[in-house]
């Protein structure tokens, strides 16, 4: 609830520090005191436009500041908060500080830490609730009647949120499956013609290193097949260079014993002989390795050619190809499974489908029977506030499948007849200000258990009315605000003397300075505050004596 209310510089208020509490607290005061001013200051917190005006004339800038404290802080602000990264120690109220320059601009803050006016906005909802002249939020907004119907029938719209979430699951899975089922499909006459090219070519891995070797060697055989012919006839014969010196080893060996240097000469040609023979060996082989067939040759190349033609038409490695032909047969066998997977996906999507609309009628069914209690429940308000010959409609209606939800297949919005026999229409199509007000404060009391922003502020829900409908107005507002905090700005003696707290707004004048204060007024404060609103400029003793009535009924 708001505890606590700082204002610095604002129109016609200086400076000004309120406290509130628990209960209803009424603000009165004389016409053009400034209840106005209040309002707009604590506007300027709650997010709303930043407005130069507002700044009092001769100063630069000026703030507002306004302390909250919860026993637990509501789901939806700290949900806010967590999202734009504020950290609010659990326990810690809210400080929301707000800033206006005189040129226009504005800084906000919550707990000293700087944020967007959009998080004021978005928070403010769950802070403070006004109803007033131009309400066109809170209970007027029908994007909020819907919720407010489920708190009072009790539904269980948790688990029909869960249902829709479930069910949204099911069919994006099956949706999913089905475009690549689709997809695959209409690939899958490339597949087939694919995957028989490369079945036909078989590649396996390792055979284009294998292939481009072979291909390597066979051409360098073709390059120096001319020099090993002309070589091996240099070899052969009996005039060969080796058969030579075999010839002279075996003369030489003959005289050998005749000298020791015919001995080491033999040695060495021995050694020649057997250094040419191993020459004339590895001549042979390598003629046999470099052999070429130029028809092998051309074979290798072809299929070197291809696997790389085909590995270039994939986009791959040549070595890559065996693992695109299981890619493949995959894929082709997933077009088969697919379709099977797509029967129990259609069967889970239907499941959940029916899940849901067994609860969404459930929820229907709830907010059918909840709408006419509320109904009953409104009208029973209606007359003592003066508004008997009005009637209350919860309309409940059923959706078109694409505006189904999490919140169910239904719209709800309160509807009023002002007349009998007068056409339902929207809260504030047809009602005038105060009438507004009352049909708000009505809702409001048969609503009463199901919750709602921490801070209640009715402006001049008493316009027009008097009597026994402004002591009804009174009574109602007491009662709302016995377990909560409810704020009323009020010229109703009789709402006045309802109120746990009671603050007087006046303004006053020194010279061409003009003030705004605020005072929180002690009994005596109160009778005499409001035997004025009894009895005008002047207060008499019969006013004094009829307010001391109205503070002892209450």
């Known amino acids: 609830m708001l505890t606590r209310l700082s204002i610095r510089n604002i129109v016609l208020i200086e400076s000004l520090d309120l406290d509130f509490g628990r209960g209803l607290g009424v603000l009165t005061g004389e016409t053009g005191a400034g209840k106005s001013i209040l309002l707009d200051a604590l506007g300027l917190v709650l997010g ?19 302390s909250f404290d919860f026993a637990a802080l509501p789901d939806a602000i700290a949900a806010s908060l967590a999202d734009a990264d504020i950290e609010i120690e659990p326990g810690e109220g809210l400080i929301i500080r707000r800033q206006v320059k005189a040129d226009g601009g504005s800084k906000a803050f919550i707990n000293d830490q700087p944020v967007g006016v959009a998080l004021l906005r978005e928070i403010a909802s769950a802070l403070v609730e006004l109803h007033g002249q131009h309400d066109d939020r809170g209970l007027v907004n029908p994007r909020g009647h819907r919720v407010l119907l489920d708190r009072y029938s009790g539904a269980d719209t948790d688990g029909l949120a869960r249902a829709w979430a479930q069910w949204r699951d099911a069919v994006g899975k099956l949706e999913k499956a089905r475009e690549t089922v689709d ?34 060697s066979m051409q360098k055989g073709e390059k120096l097949s001319g020099d090993l012919e002309d070589l091996r006839h240099v070899w052969e014969g009996s005039d060969s260079p080796l058969a030579s010196l075999r010839v002279a080893a075996r003369k030489l060996d003959r005289i050998a014993p005749e000298h020791p240097l015919l001995a080491e000469a033999l040695a060495a040609l021995d050694r020649a002989v057997i250094e040419a023979g191993e020459a004339e060996d590895k001549l042979q082989a390598a003629a046999d390795a470099l052999e070429h067939d130029p028809m092998a040759l051309e074979a290798a190349e072809t299929r070197l050619f291809e696997l790389r033609a085909i590995a270039r038409k994939h986009r791959c490695e040549v070595d890559e190809l065996p693992d695109k032909m299981r890619e493949m047969r995959s894929a082709l066998d997933a077009i088969e499974g697919g379709e099977a997977e797509l029967d129990s996906l259609e069967a889970a999507a239907k499941e959940a489908g029916r899940r849901y609309m067994e609860k969404a009628e459930g929820i229907h069914a709830a907010r059918l029977k909840a709408a006419k209690a509320l109904d009953k429940a409104v009208a029973a ?3 003592p506030l003066k508004l008997d010959a009005a009637s209350f409609l919860t309309a409940v209606g059923k959706l078109p499948e694409e505006r189904w939800g999490p919140q169910g297949i239904d719209s709800v919005e309160f509807l009023i007849a002002t007349n009998p026999g007068a056409d339902f229409a929207p809260l504030n199509k047809i009602a005038s200000g ?22 209640v502020i009715f402006d001049e829900i008493d316009r027009g ?39 007087m707004i006046a303004k006053s004048s020194e010279g061409t300075v003009t003030r705004t204060s605020v005072v929180l007024l002690d009994q005596a404060g109160r009778q005499e505050e409001i035997a004025r609103m009894l009895s005008g400029a002047e207060v008499t003793p019969e006013a004094r004596a009829q307010a001391d009535r109205l503070l002892e009924g209450v």
């Not at 109602?476 to 009671?502: E, I, K, W």
Request: proline share 2%; no cysteine.
């Open 48 to 66: 709303n436009r930043a407005d130069s005006g507002l700044v009092r004339s001769g100063e630069d800038k000026a703030s507002v500041t306004a």
């Open 465 to 503: 009315v008097g009597g026994a409908v402004a002591s009804a107005i009174g009574e109602r507002l007491a009662r709302l605000a016995s377990d909560g905090q409810l704020l009323a700005v009020t010229h109703s003696p009789q709402v006045a003397a309802r109120g746990s707290t009671h603050y």
């Open 381 to 383: 308000e209606l007359a």
């Open 183 to 216: 997809q695959a499909k209409a690939d899958q006459d490339l597949l087939l013609a694919h995957l028989a090219e490369l079945t036909a070519l078989e590649p396996q891995a390792g055979e284009e290193a294998r292939l481009a070797e072979t291909r390597a």
């Open 434 to 455: 105060g009438e507004l007000s009352r049909f708000i404060l009505a809702l409001k009391v048969a609503l009463a258990e199901q919750g709602g922003a921490a801070t």
